[in-house]
């Protein structure tokens, strides 16, 4: 579904992405991980036309810039790190943003419109919800919101960078529960950008590692995620234990 190859990223004399290559496979759920500044953020803007690049993204086998960008918007949802939400909007106003690449200018929401958001309200749990303004809502609620906002058009790649940011334990595995429901169910195909490894190999079918703007290590969680990556990679001695798809790490 979405293929990059010798990606390419230069921010002022920066040099963060030096050549990334990645395939996702339709129906995936993969997880890019590594330390800060490796570059996950980057390459996840870079697909979705924020950071001008050099190599090249194909999605569905069709150059990622021959997509018109509301043609790519209804296909392609992403989430980017969200730290405060719009003011002066409740609930249902902001998921109504999510159809927008449906609408001609100044066009008002047809039924259709208003079905998918009552149906995407009402799938991650918050149709309740629907006439409270953002601003009173918890962390955990916000983050159904936005993912409400992404499901509402439909997508065949959900893209989420850090979505877990901000959140108590409960609230992170609630909300990737959500998600991997519509990866198994709905067959939504999902790239995720992680910190904490635990959660990455609960939840991923397949992992990317980065490390210094290139890929580390690629694979199944259990395949990758290795005492030898993790003194590599981040630094860290550590024994990894895996039981049924739970990572434990025991440091000395």
């Avoid at 959140?167 to 995720?192: P, S, W, Y």
């Amino acid at each position: 579904m979405l293929s990059i190859q010798k990606l390419q990223v230069q921010i002022a004399d920066c040099h963060i992405l030096k050549g990334v290559n990645l395939e996702l496979a339709e129906g995936g759920f993969t997880t890019i991980i590594g330390p800060n500044g490796c570059g996950k953020s980057t390459l996840v803007k870079s697909v979705a036309g924020l950071l001008p690049f050099r190599g090249s993204i194909q999605f569905c086998g069709k150059n990622r810039a021959l997509y018109p960008p509301k043609v790519f918007a209804r296909q392609v949802a992403i989430l980017m790190q969200q730290s405060h939400p719009p003011e002066g909007l409740n609930v249902k106003e902001l998921v109504s943003y999510g159809r927008h690449p449906y609408l001609k200018p100044f066009q008002s929401l047809t039924d259709a419109c208003l079905q998918s958001i009552e149906q995407a309200m009402e799938s991650v749990g918050i149709a309740s919800l629907r006439d409270r303004h953002l601003s009173t809502l918890s962390g955990g609620e916000l983050q159904r919101v936005w993912l409400a906002m992404a499901l509402c058009r439909d997508p065949e790649l959900l893209i989420l960078d850090e979505p877990t940011s901000y959140l108590d334990m409960k609230h992170q595995h609630d909300l990737l529960r959500l998600i991997t429901k519509f990866n198994r169910e709905n067959g939504l195909t999902v790239l995720c950008v992680l910190h904490d490894l635990s959660l990455t190999a609960k939840y991923s079918k397949d992992i990317v590692v980065l490390q210094d703007g290139q890929v580390a290590a690629q694979g199944r969680p259990q395949s990758c995620l290795t005492s030898e990556l993790l003194w590599e990679v981040y630094g860290i001695e550590a024994e990894v234990i895996f039981q049924n798809n739970n990572l434990f790490l025991a440091i000395p």
